[in-house]
């Protein structure tokens, strides 16, 4: 095994995750080097200056592992290798040893909740009487009915269609909250445990910085396993504000018993060199029970979806800010901001629709159109919200240049198998996944050397292709550069937020030396009294603030 040699950034002020802000690369669409259509590991290596020059802390991998590709290596069926689609376990050692020659750390992405079902040891429990120690690994049970052909329960799978599966010819059921591709580990087996333990280890002893852990609520299962007569969902649409309302609480999601397993991971982390850290993927409310996570012995983060939400409505985001907040405060740990990732539409076309900030699951071409002028300037407003608040805020890769979702990809290049499992009434998600583009005029678009792409790039990315925005004052880019600058330069990640008066549909408040305006009305507003250090648009002067638009004053 080739190790690098330098495998920890040190840690001067300790605790880097509190205020850091995190870049997710999603490995399929990010950069492709061998001209497959397909991203891979030497093709975010090509970028690494890109990476470095934007401003961010950190960089999390969706997964690289060796999978099938089911559901887009969130099927993994090697958990210690490198999919050959993405390059091999050397090409990620040299990408973790030039991020962190660039101060950047890599976390990357664990996906504990369920295997591939080609997974050695799902083709050794197919293989395996019932009652058998390799069966015991999954969750196997015997069907209803008097021959077993009912399911064991009625749970939904999270992507369409049932949860339980059964084998040609196999009496017993296996349950999958995702794909049949996607069998669910049994966590209370001890084996189960240990692997992964192994499996943590495994990576943290190549050098990275942490884990971002994929359905952290849903290892454990109510014991017996109920039906459940909700539907079966990760992420709920609801408006976010109501804090009393417990979505998601089936009895397959936030079981008390899985804390445990964190608290076990917690201690193996802690004992590396170098401040590792882990972050949930939990859709777990009101925030109360998502502060479970991040206890001191627990997680270090969990993402925050009540934000990721949030309607376009001041109100509502003030709300779910303090509760944020508040929160997190509660356990000592750090608040994070998020707006979008590869599971949800992009922040752009969600604001630039008639009910702004409403989270459809995938737009479209039957469906509205969002208005992309109006979504970008939203979306640039909203991320002058985010890059100042205090604790971890998340970028998704195409965030920084404004890409809009793909809302008119042709039913045939779909690939989520939400999509599939449905019959396509849920759209899915490939329409935020579409390959980055990086050169306006070169074939698929800079992407890599082939005209090929995994799925189809829109005509319309051209004009957000990096060669067009960088060095452009206007562009997105070069907001989220300048924005990324300032937040370090006056330390916003560690500060605090202090509210100012301001009418309705705007948000003001002071972090440190910088007073944040955002104004998500329609009509021009007065600035409050302070310089403009950045703004989301050119202010019109006269210290006044165009509606959808946002700036940073230093407070005078
Ligand atoms: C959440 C991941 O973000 C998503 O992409 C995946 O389909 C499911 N978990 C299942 O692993
Ligand atoms: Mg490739």
């Known amino acids: 095994m080739n190790l690098p040699t ?29 001209g497959d259509g397909i991203g891979d590991l030497p093709g975010i290596l090509s970028r690494m200056e890109y990476l470095a020059a934007l401003g961010v802390d950190a960089l999390w991998l969706s997964p690289f592992y060796r999978s099938p590709q089911t559901d887009a290596g969130y099927d993994v069926s090697d958990y210690r290798d490198v999919d050959p689609l993405f390059g091999t376990l050397d090409d990620f050692d040299r990408l973790l040893q030039a991020a962190h020659a660039r101060d950047l750390r890599i976390i990357v992405d664990l996906v504990p909740n369920h295997t591939s079902d080609e997974h050695a040891w799902f083709r050794a429990a197919l293989a395996s009487p019932p009652g058998s120690v390799e069966r015991a690994r999954y969750m196997f049970r015997d069907g209803r009915g008097a021959d077993g052909s009912e399911p064991p329960n009625n749970w939904q799978s999270v992507f369409g269609g049932g949860a339980w599966s059964r084998a040609e010819g196999d009496r017993q059921w296996y349950l999958h909250l995702f794909d049949r591709k996607q069998p669910d580990l049994d966590w209370n087996n001890p084996e189960v445990r240990t692997e992964f333990e192994s499996v943590l280890r495994f990576w943290l002893d190549r050098g990275v910085d942490g884990f971002r852990v994929d359905v952290a609520h849903g ?37 008390d018993n899985v804390h445990a397993i964190y608290r076990d991971w917690r201690r193996i982390l802690d004992s590396y060199p170098g401040d590792r850290m882990m972050v949930a993927e939990a859709w777990v409310r009101p925030q109360s029970r998502l502060a479970r996570y991040v206890r001191p012995d627990e997680m270090n983060q969990a993402f925050n979806f009540d934000y990721l939400l949030a309607r376009w409505n001041a109100p509502m985001l003030r709300t779910i ?175 605090a937020v202090r509210w100012q008066a301001s009418p309705d549909q705007v948000l003001v408040f002071d972090n440190g030396p910088v007073r944040v305006v955002v104004n998500l009305g329609t009509d021009d507003v007065d600035l409050p009294p302070g310089t403009p250090i950045a703004s989301s648009l050119a202010l019109p002067g006269e210290g006044r603030l165009p509606g959808n638009g946002a700036a940073w004053l230093s407070v005078p």
């Open 321 to 495: 800010i303090d509760a944020s907040l508040a929160a997190a405060a509660e356990v000592g740990a750090p608040a994070t901001w998020v707006t979008s990732n590869h599971d949800t539409v992009r922040i752009t076309s969600r604001l630039g629709l008639s009910h702004p900030g409403i989270r459809p699951k995938g737009i479209s071409a039957a469906d509205e159109q969002p208005d992309e002028a109006l979504g970008l300037r939203r979306a640039r407003a909203l991320a002058m919200l985010t890059l100042a608040l205090p604790g971890s805020a998340y970028i998704y890769q195409g965030e920084e240049l404004g890409l809009p979702e793909d809302t008119t990809m042709p039913a045939t290049f779909r690939q989520d198998p939400a999509f599939r499992r449905t019959g396509g009434r849920e759209i899915g998600r490939d329409g935020c996944r579409v390959p980055l583009p990086w050169v306006a005029g070169a074939p698929s678009l800079g992407f890599g050397p082939g005209a090929a792409t995994w799925l189809p790039q829109p005509e319309g990315f051209a004009g957000y292709a990096v060669d067009r925005q960088e060095g452009a004052p206007d562009s997105t880019l070069e907001l989220y550069h300048a924005l990324l600058r300032l937040r370090r330069e006056h330390g916003l990640g560690r500060g």
């Open 219 to 255: 290892l454990i299962k109510a014991a017996g396993l109920p039906d459940w007569a909700g539907e079966t969902s990760m992420v709920d649409g609801a408006p976010a504000q109501d804090a009393s309302d417990g979505v998601n609480r089936g009895p397959m999601w936030d079981q």
């Open 6 to 34: 330098h495998t920890t950034i040190a840690s001067a002020a300790g605790n880097w995750w509190r205020n850091a802000v995190i870049y997710q690369i999603y490995p399929r669409s990010f950069a492709d080097a061998d």
